[in-house]
């Protein structure tokens, strides 16, 4: 057995290292400043509990994404050197980020040890390679990224932080090969553990879902299917599931390999950056496809996040959750016995509250951030949430899931296609979308983004908006100025959040303006950028006559874009007479 000795590094702290909504996000460039990786690692050890770092398991890995295998390199060194028992990393140290998730409530090792939480290493849907993004966070015990006092305290660490502990002379570990390497430091024995990156997900899918109906809908030659992993890693999954636990052909895979920087791309699964699947689905303008597949879905970087398209049709993340909210029980064998309730971010546009009233369903309206559905569900109140930024989930994990998301959509179709596989056509998304909207109306949504606009300018903004919201009968009267057609705010106000399960209060969470007839304005600033602020302006209209829910949805929204531009001075403001990305 190789031992290993501990060294004791002195360093000084750096600025900046405060972990956002989703874990500490920077430059790849800033991460390979000497010391810069282990401030932050050691800041996190010193931050959890002692026995979850003496003696404990602990998963490392994540996206793939350029400067991961030297980052996992130093990690296990620094585990080893802070007295961990032992680190389990995906082979090629490859996890989705849900994958992570269920590994740290599943996986149980060799020696029956339980992992107490991660490293995960991803900055999720931004881009990767040598002049991008790179990023780390870590997951507790449930299998949720850390709480705000956990993060906190990660944070006050690396602005005191003097020293960190190293086995140096730890020999690198061969992540790429299977198997327990064991070593020998002052503290006993230190293993490292190369296993399946995909197998303990798989296990969990097939647990939740009927497999076998799905594969028949696969194997019917009227079903095709188109699966684009933007070159993230969920690629390492969708071959295992898709192809080979369900039959589809390996073609309808696209960007499956995954790549250091993301073959170039963004990996962020909109319409947008999805450029591919969005043509071969049918929805490029640019490149028209005379046959595409009838379904098709894509992943973010850290597979996450997700897509569902329709042959030539684009299905609202607000609109899959509630759907599949809607469909869950009778398709979905997990959820056979009922759902314990459901939940939406703030922004989430509210077909998931109508079908939350229909089904008598608890029902829970949430600050943006997956972590705000975690305390949910460890209190049971919560198995399906979802929210607009293309993130949908259940209580099988504490992350969203894309691939869990787009065997949630195919179960669905296998379900209501299940006795009409032999027929002469399908049911396909699009008809299930419309035929949702026939049962509980249809709320058009739009999301406009204003990329990397000056941070001042953002912020004022958010204080014109605010301050307009004292005077309602102020604000209708410019409102009627901009449009007669539009109906009244009733209610505007700054969303604040009180945690039903312990309490706390998370306030200044968006700008909200409620309309008489079920419309809202929504204007936030993302919590996730890089580079100045991102405004985020949601627009949406809720429909209940069914012969009127099959407009086009900007020319359906035109009105309320008008008044939310207007109102809130946006090309005043940042200077911008267009969005960066609409969704
Ligand atoms: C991450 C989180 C999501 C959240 C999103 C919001 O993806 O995991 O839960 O919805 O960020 O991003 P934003 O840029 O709008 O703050
Ligand atoms: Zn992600």
């Known amino acids: 057995m190789v031992m290993f000795k501990v060294s004791k590094v002195e360093t000084t702290p750096f600025d900046g290292q405060k972990p956002g909504t989703s874990g500490l996000r920077k430059k790849v460039k800033v991460f390979k400043q000497p010391h810069y990786l282990h401030n932050f690692v050691q800041a996190t050890f010193n931050a959890l509990p002692a026995d979850k770092v003496k003696g404990a398991t602990i998963v490392v890995s994540g996206d793939g994404r350029y400067f991961s295998k030297d980052a996992i390199q130093i990690i296990i060194k620094m585990a080893a050197a802070n007295g961990v028992r032992g680190v389990w990393v995906g082979q090629n140290g490859l996890l989705s980020t849900p994958a992570v998730s269920a590994v740290i409530r599943e996986r149980v090792g060799a020696d029956g040890s339980k992992s107490s939480g991660a490293f995960i290493l991803t900055a999720s849907h931004n881009p990767g390679g040598p002049n991008e993004d790179f990023g780390i966070k870590y997951n507790m015990e449930n299998g949720g990224p850390a709480p705000e006092g956990i993060t906190d305290k990660i944070y006050a660490n690396t602005t005191t932080i ?3 502990f190293i086995a140096e002379d730890l020999p690198d570990v061969d992540i790429s090969t299977i198997g ?19 197998s303990d997900y798989v296990k969990l899918m097939k647990s939740i879902f009927d497999f076998e109906s799905i594969q028949k809908l696969l194997a019917s030659p009227k079903f095709t299917f188109c699966y684009d992993a933007l070159h993230g890693v969920a690629g390492a999954y969708a071959k295992r599931i898709f192809v080979e636990e369900l039959g589809a052909q390996e073609s309808s895979l696209i960007n499956c390999t995954p790549k250091e920087d993301f073959g170039g791309g963004h ?6 950056y999805a450029k591919e699947l969005v043509a071969r689905m049918g929805l490029s303008k640019d490149h028209p496809e005379d046959n595409p597949p009838e379904f098709g879905a894509a992943a973010d970087g850290d597979a996450d996040r997700n897509m569902i398209l329709g042959k030539r049709f684009f299905v609202t993340p607000s609109d899959s959750v509630a759907i599949i909210a809607a469909n869950a029980v009778q398709a979905i064998p997990y959820f056979s016995a009922g759902l314990k309730g459901v939940a939406r971010s703030m922004p989430t546009s509210a077909a998931l509250d109508v079908v939350a009233k229909h089904l008598n369903l608890k029902f829970f309206e949430v600050p943006t951030g997956w972590k705000f559905f975690g305390n949910l569900m460890d209190a049971g109140l919560c198995s399906v949430c979802g929210e607009e930024s293309f993130g949908t989930g259940s209580d099988h994990i504490r992350e969203k899931d894309g691939i869990w998301a787009v065997l949630a959509w195919l179960s669905i179709l296998a379900f209501k296609n299940k006795d009409n596989l032999g027929g ?3 049911v396909t998304v699009e008809d299930i979308v419309r035929q949702h909207w026939a049962t509980f109306g249809r709320h058009y949504y739009t999301r406009y983004d204003y990329e990397n606009v000056d941070t001042g300018a953002a912020k004022e903004l958010i204080a014109h908006l605010v301050k307009l919201q004292s005077s309602l009968p102020d604000v209708n009267k410019i409102i009627k100025g901009i449009r007669s057609d539009v109906s009244d705010v009733v209610q505007a106000d700054e969303f604040e959040y009180k945690d039903p399960v312990d309490g706390s209060i998370s306030k200044h969470q968006g700008i909200r303006y409620l309309f008489a007839d079920g419309s809202r304005l929504v204007f936030r600033l993302s919590g996730t950028g890089s580079e100045g602020a991102t405004i985020r302006l949601y627009i949406e209209q809720y429909e209940k006559d069914s012969s009127k829910t099959g407009r086009d949805s900007q020319e359906a929204l035109a009105p309320l874009v008008e008044v939310a531009l207007k109102l809130s001075k946006m090309e005043e403001f940042t200077g911008r007479s267009a969005p960066t990305v609409i969704t």
């Open 162 to 164: 003097k020293e960190y």
């Open 180 to 198: 327990v390497t064991k070593f020998g430091g002052p503290e006993g024995e230190f293993d490292v553990d190369v296993f399946d990156s995909a």
């Open 267 to 272: 990996p962020d699964p909109n319409l947008t």
């Open 424 to 426: 002469d056509k399908l």
